[in-house]
């Protein structure tokens, strides 16, 4: 009993180490793996951070939407862009920061978002989930994710919001996340499910009465693109070069 519960643990741990190998990131914008299909429908995304909310919205959506073997779920992380490098001090801005102070604390940022993503990884693994990541270089959260529905034809997406958000949300006076994605043109392609606490929280009220917004600008891979051997997909900007 006490061998077959070894195994077992063996087993977690090699799914989560090549999790976390999957979390690659690269300084190129919307290339993707050649061996998982991105845009499936059957295919559920969940947006994760630092929030007990993402948590719950994860296990929400290994509980209600996967539903078979073959369902891949994407766990979908938005970083801000990096614009100061700290030194002893203060901060000096990228483009005067040595490329060595920049190296170095982009590694050690690349490190606290794999330790960040281990515990998803490590949910997904218990419940046998099939589990992709996409990383997101952007200021903002809910334009990054907006992008990524259409750019990926995203039809369930699940997201999670804390209990003081989520009144505001349902009372028209938040400005989290899930209320900006709401609130937007991709509630009319893609499937917004919105969890609180661990259950699904109603927020048709903000759909209906969501201000008219403009259609997200979008900046779609080239069909020429060549495809790299990551297992995740990054929407990295660019860094700008020294001058």
């Known amino acids: 009993m006490q061998r077959r519960s070894n195994e077992i643990e063996e087993e977690e741990e090699k799914y989560v180490r090549r999790g976390l190998e999957s979390v690659i990131e690269s300084q190129v914008e919307g290339r993707s793996s050649g061996t998982v299909s991105m845009n499936g429908d059957d ?133 989290s996340v899930p209320e900006q994605i709401m609130r937007s043109s991709a509630v009319d392609m893609c499937e917004v499910k919105v969890i609180c606490q661990g259950k699904e929280i109603k927020m048709e009220e903000v759909v209906m009465e969501r201000s008219p917004s403009k259609s997200p600008v979008v900046q779609r891979p080239k069909k020429d693109q060549p495809v790299d051997p990551f297992a995740c997909i990054c929407f990295i900007s660019k860094p700008k070069t020294n001058s």
Request: contains cysteine.
């Open 43 to 175: 295919n559920v995304y969940v947006g994760v951070g630092k929030g007990d909310s993402s948590m719950e919205a994860l296990r929400w959506a290994i509980d209600n939407l996967i539903t078979s073997s073959s369902t891949l779920l994407f766990l979908i992380h938005v970083f801000p862009e990096t614009r100061f490098i700290p030194y002893p001090l203060g901060k000096l801005t990228r483009e005067k920061a040595s490329q060595e102070q920049v190296e170095s604390f982009m590694s050690q940022e690349r490190e606290k978002r794999r330790t960040l993503l281990l515990k998803f990884l490590q949910a997904c693994s218990a419940s046998k989930v099939k589990v992709e990541t996409i990383l997101v270089e952007s200021d903002s959260v809910a334009k990054a994710i907006q992008d990524l529905i259409t750019i990926l034809n995203i039809k369930k997406l699940v997201l999670g919001i804390d209990k003081s958000n989520a009144r505001k949300a349902t009372s028209m006076k938040g400005s």
